[in-house]
């Protein structure tokens, strides 16, 4: 009798549930590849499409999440409200600070029980109290440029990234966004000391910065463990 070699189907929830397991552990890069195996194995369902905005959120994609979120809102696909709440994260994130601060009074209006809640409510407040000391308003040209620096950041082309965002930094230099993603880039170029001095001088004006913090505990893990563990907690305690 021939041997006969039984095929395992790896279908669209094998992908997904390797998906879950690699985002826990923090492995973004395969939870990424597992959850779009997922989604072409089965394109239509929306849940694989939410998962992947929040993956690429956590990797600073956020312009390529809130993509994938805007179109599932077009389908009435709120997930209890999470799409509309990671809208609001992801636009805070790119510095869209208005927008950011009426999509969150939107999830509080449309969803006052929903689980992030809490969050909202406090992400909102901060937004409100930050009128009181306005940032420097950004130019229009400033933005396509800061936007442009991004592409190349996300594109791997850090050296040509920094060439665009190092002066528009300098002469703004309230702009989280436009830092962090600077800063990103020097560490992409293993210019680790110059990405934590951004990072330090961005977290001086912004105490609070989600995303400088997260930055910082990153760019120590490579040079010095226990500070990247105080940016740890640090990080901790804010989003609590």
């Given amino acids: 009798m021939a041997n006969r070699v039984l095929k395992f189907e790896k279908n669209a929830d094998f992908y997904f549930n390797r998906h ?16 779009r195996s997922a989604i072409e194995k089965d394109p239509t369902n929306s849940e694989y499409q ?29 997930f209890d409200g999470d799409v509309v709440f990671d809208i609001a994260v992801n636009l805070f994130n790119l510095g869209d600070y208005d927008k950011s601060e009426e999509t969150f009074l939107k999830y509080i209006s449309d969803y006052p029980d929903g689980t992030r809640i809490e969050d909202a409510q406090e992400a909102y407040e901060l937004l409100l109290e930050s009128h009181q000391e306005q940032p420097p308003i950004i130019k ?19 050296a040509e990234a920094v060439d665009i965002m190092t002066p528009l930094a300098k002469n703004n230099p309230g702009a989280a966004f436009l830092q962090n993603n600077l800063a990103l880039a020097h560490f992409c170029l293993g210019e680790t000391s110059k990405a934590i001095s951004i990072s330090e001088n961005m977290l001086k004006l912004q105490p609070t910065n989600i995303h400088t913090i997260c930055n910082l505990a990153i760019f120590y893990s490579t040079e010095d463990l226990e500070k990247a563990r105080e940016y740890c907690t640090l990080l901790d305690g804010v989003k609590t």
């Fill in 50 to 78: 939410f998962y992947l905005a929040e993956t690429l959120s956590e990797m600073f994609l956020y312009e390529d999440s809130n993509y994938i979120l805007f179109k599932l809102l077009e389908k009435n696909e709120r």
């Fill in 20 to 35: 879950l397991k690699a985002f826990d552990k923090g492995d973004l890069i395969d939870s990424l590849s597992n959850i």
């Fill in 140 to 158: 229009d040209a400033t933005l396509e440029s800061a936007s442009l620096g991004k592409k190349l950041l996300d594109s791997g082309k850090f």
